[in-house]
């Protein structure tokens, strides 16, 4: 249930400023990657480890990956060659590396897939609000996408950052000159979108996807000192409240 009731807006808020999460909530992005795991599980065929249990130690992998090297690609490609190497029962050769990467390059080939009325709707909000761009991973990977996207005029400034928690969000907050009573952090994870935020003193607006990371999943904080939290059910719905 959201804690914001329709009644305690106006019309419309007017002038805020809204920080939008790109994966999984502008563009179809996990998707891809549990396709390429999925393929990766069946490739590795264990013999003794379940699938559940292979994409367990596969998760612990990413996080020791993501630790050392950072999000993207090349990243997810680093965790699935070491997930293989450590349960595989023998050493990876070039041929195994080699299709384990294909793996991977379908992900990169990929169009970008918008969510449903993603563009119509940031084209008016446009009109209404500044709006930025605030994701993390790869700078390079991510601005492709996003060029690719189409979306890009409608963004006054973008951030790629390496991480998204409270400091991160008050930097930018601090970077951009903030209100953080008018500023709304909008996106699909609880992990890196709305609890950070909401630590970070600005608002947030939910919007949960069905096929959100594994590793971004956590329950939703409640505000505590005054935050207002918003949950929808589809991005479109923005057009209510903003």
């Not at 002038?15 to 990766?40: K, M």
């Not at 390059?105 to 918008?114: F, K, M, V």
């Not at 500044?130 to 492709?144: A, N």
Request: with cysteine; net charge negative; hydrophobic share 40%.
């Amino acid at each position: 249930m959201s804690s914001i009731q329709t009644t305690a807006f106006p019309a419309r808020l007017s002038n805020q400023t809204l920080l939008v999460d790109a994966d999984d909530t502008l563009w179809e992005n996990n998707i891809y990657f549990e396709r390429a795991i999925a393929a990766f599980i069946s490739y590795l065929d264990h013999h003794v480890h379940t699938a559940d249990e292979v994409r367990e130690h596969l998760n612990v992998c990413e996080r020791a990956t993501i630790a050392a090297h950072g999000y993207g690609i090349r990243s997810f490609r680093r965790s699935l060659v070491n997930c293989f190497e450590q349960l595989s029962e023998s050493p990876i050769s070039p041929e195994r590396h080699a299709q384990i990467v294909s793996f991977t390059d379908a992900i990169a080939s990929n169009e970008i897939e918008l969510l449903p009325a993603v563009d119509t709707t940031l084209r008016e909000l446009h009109q209404r609000h500044r709006i930025i761009l605030v994701t993390k991973g790869d700078t390079v990977e991510q601005t492709d996408k996003l060029e690719r996207s189409g979306l890009r005029p409608f963004f006054n400034a973008v951030e790629v950052l390496a991480e998204k928690n409270a400091a991160a969000y008050r930097d930018v907050t601090i970077r951009y000159k903030c209100n953080p009573a008018s500023a709304w952090m909008i996106g699909n994870s609880p992990k890196s979108d709305i609890n950070p935020a909401l630590a970070a003193g600005l608002n947030a607006v939910f919007i949960p996807h069905d096929f959100t990371w594994v590793l971004e999943h956590e329950v939703v904080d409640p505000p505590t000192t005054g935050e207002q939290l918003l949950e929808l059910g589809t991005f479109t719905e923005l057009l209510r409240y903003f």
